[in-house]
């Protein structure tokens, strides 16, 4: 199994609608990024989050981090066409050496 | 500041060929990983590298390498290439200075394997 889980694996939202994405860890989570991709293009960085309990906001999406900095959620108030895309969450995991995992994304579908 | 910038975007290759991908990183970032996508797989690391050593690395056979320049360019080489190696390939640099600072990605190389 991953060991970030990202739900749902896809969404289909009328624009305006708000949504969230949530992304959870097995594992106590040093650093939670989030991604935004257009299909077979690079990731643009939305925003990190570090700290539980921690929340940011760029325009219309907000991001929060919970408290035992496990989870974080994604949402995105009044949906436009332009925040179509795939939501990608990452995160550092300490092993043996500072591994870096992606979630397996989330597909946003934003219908005028 | 210009951003990262990664050569070749396209590439059609066989099987048993080998490959160089090549990822410039942020003027005055030290630090680019490489990471491979695939509808299946999703995104994996492959490796980082920071001042010329590699520092981290994923789980993926010894015909995956890489290597790093004194400016900080950064090349990735897959040697007999097999099928399942058709990726996106992206890179992603970062000051390098703690593991949680943010890493800015690519366009990606999308390599695919005839």
């Known amino acids: 199994s991953q060991e970030l889980e990202q739900s749902p694996q896809s969404l289909i939202v009328q624009e305006g609608k708000n949504l969230t994405i949530n992304c959870t860890s097995s594992?106590?989570?040093?650093?939670l990024y989030w991604y935004k991709q257009k299909y077979g293009e690079g990731l643009i960085f939305l925003m990190m989050l570090q700290k539980g309990g921690e929340e940011k906001s760029h325009e219309k999406i907000t991001a929060k981090l919970d408290e035992k900095k496990q989870q974080s959620s994604l949402h995105i108030t009044a949906s436009q066409p332009s925040h179509a895309g795939i939501y990608l969450c990452g995160a550092v995991m300490k092993t043996s050496y500072d591994k870096v995992i992606f979630g397996p994304g989330t597909s946003l579908s934003v219908i005028p | 500041k210009a951003g990262v910038t990664q050569t070749p975007r396209y590439l059609i290759k066989t099987r048993g060929q080998q490959v160089t991908l090549s990822c410039s990183p942020i003027?005055?970032?030290?630090?680019v990983s490489w990471y491979q996508q695939t509808p299946g797989q999703g995104l994996q690391f492959l490796f980082e590298y920071f001042s010329e050593t590699q520092r981290n690395k994923g789980n993926f056979p010894g015909r995956f390498s890489g290597r790093q320049f004194s400016n900080s360019r950064s090349e990735m080489n897959v040697s007999t290439l097999e099928l399942g190696d058709s990726a996106l390939y992206l890179c992603?640099?970062?000051?390098?200075?703690?593991?949680?600072?943010?890493?800015?990605f690519g366009p990606g190389t999308r390599l695919l394997v005839l």
């Open positions: 003027s005055g970032h030290r630090s």
């Open positions: 992603a640099s970062s000051p390098g200075t703690t593991s949680e600072e943010t890493q800015y």
């Open positions: 594992k106590t989570l040093y650093g």
